[in-house]
């Protein structure tokens, strides 16, 4: 598929420059109309039911689980469905049981969501060693290496940063997790869809994934992959139908992972539409979608980086998918109010629920950045456009 082949698939497309994909995507009308299948023709509860909708549903679960088990190299006994990433990460630093005295690394750059949860154990007395990225947002291995030592029981970071676009050596990395013996997890929110990704290869225990972002998916969605040898070492803090095989007055037991974690009648049409996300990016193609999105944001950086009264963050060699800017004396919420309300351009402005790399980089007195950030869908006349209304901003409001 080219790229005006998905465009026609995305009606929204037709009306404005959408710059916000590491927020969420649009979802083509293939994704819409599976979702749309299970509402008009076989809209029931999976699990238990007889019923031939029931199974129907069912089965139509199973094969998405199946269809993105395949995509990350892993097994669908080997995949947790979550609502989001957040979740999915919240899932592994509540059920490994840390006490006190254990350590984990993680970096200074992270998504709250990959921050948050772990600062929440110094209440438990563990030790959270927060390792800094230099000054374009990329980690140093040897740094994280550092700050392992016996006591540590988890490594965790992004593949890449949402409020930077800076790629990390997550395959590195995760030689260094396993050669010290710590657990190591990986949050691919903003590089899943776009870059392919083999949970193997990183030698991660833990992947965190969104269904709504690169996936092209429906929002609600999310997954988790567990390495086999540690999914029964995490504790199941939610508990109720569908996570048990056998209830006494006195106890229960478990089922096998992953239902033990998938508590409760999940979002059925959601992860159905998943499935069909799928099935949609690998019919464009990973190696087409990458090779795109590299070429845009170097694009994009290089038409942002030259202009006046304009600063860009990031090394243009290793930043994918995303383009963090501002312009001199501006807040970013009015350069994005502008070029919304100018051109119709989408971009998202502040702090990108990533406040400590915002502050790593300088701009937090400035109000955060403006993001732009890019999928597929993104043509070159688009990236024109944003750079030529961020000349005439500036012009008239950077000096």
Not at 160 to 187: C, F, H, P, T, W
Not at 247 to 269: D, H, Q
Request: proline share 4%.
């Amino acid at each position: 598929m080219e790229t005006a082949d998905v465009r026609q698939d995305i009606p929204l497309l037709e009306d404005l420059i959408y710059l916000d994909a590491a927020s969420t995507t649009p979802t083509p009308i293939p994704v819409v109309e599976a979702m749309c299948d299970y509402f008009y023709k076989y809209n029931a509860n999976t699990g238990r039911g007889a019923y031939s909708m029931a199974v129907k549903a069912t089965q139509k679960m199973a094969e998405s689980r199946e269809k993105v088990a395949g995509f990350i190299n892993a097994l669908p006994e080997e995949v947790v469905f979550t609502k989001n990433t957040t979740e999915a990460i919240n899932i592994v630093a509540q059920g490994l049981s840390f006490k006190k005295g254990d350590s984990l690394v993680v970096p200074n750059i992270e998504h709250h969501s990959n921050f948050l949860p772990w600062l929440n154990l110094k209440k438990k007395g563990v030790d959270v060693r927060v390792v800094k990225a230099d000054a374009d947002g990329i980690l140093d291995p040897s740094k994280i290496e550092d700050a392992v030592d016996h006591t540590t029981r988890l490594i965790t970071l992004t593949h890449v940063s949402n409020a930077l676009g800076s790629r990390q050596d997550v395959e590195e990395i995760g030689k260094i997790a396993e050669e010290k013996g710590s657990l190591y997890m990986v949050d691919a929110a903003q590089s899943v869809g776009h870059i392919k990704i083999d949970v193997k290869k990183m030698k991660a225990d833990f992947v965190a994934f969104p269904g709504h972002k690169g996936t092209l998916g429906p929002v609600g969605t999310g997954f988790l992959y567990c390495n086999p040898e540690e999914a029964l070492n995490l504790e199941s803090n939610i508990l109720g139908g569908g996570t048990v095989s056998d209830v006494s007055e006195s106890g229960y037991v478990l089922e096998e992972f992953p239902a033990r974690f998938e508590a409760g009648t999940p979002n059925i049409a959601g992860f159905i539409g998943l499935g069909a996300s799928i099935d949609y990016i690998k019919k464009i193609g990973l190696e087409k979608i990458e090779k795109h999105s590299q070429s845009s944001t170097r694009l994009l950086y290089d038409s942002l980086v030259e202009l006046k009264n304009v600063t860009c963050y990031g090394d243009p060699q290793n930043i994918y998918g995303i383009v963090s800017f501002n312009i001199n004396n501006m807040n970013p919420h009015d350069v994005a109010k502008i070029l919304d309300e100018v051109k119709g351009i989408c971009v998202r402005s502040g702090y990108h629920c990533a406040i400590p790399a915002i502050k790593h980089v300088g701009a937090y007195e400035k109000g955060g950045t403006v993001r732009a950030s890019l999928h597929y869908y993104n043509t070159l006349e688009e990236i024109q456009v944003l750079a030529d209304t961020v000349e005439e901003i500036a012009k008239t409001f950077g000096d």
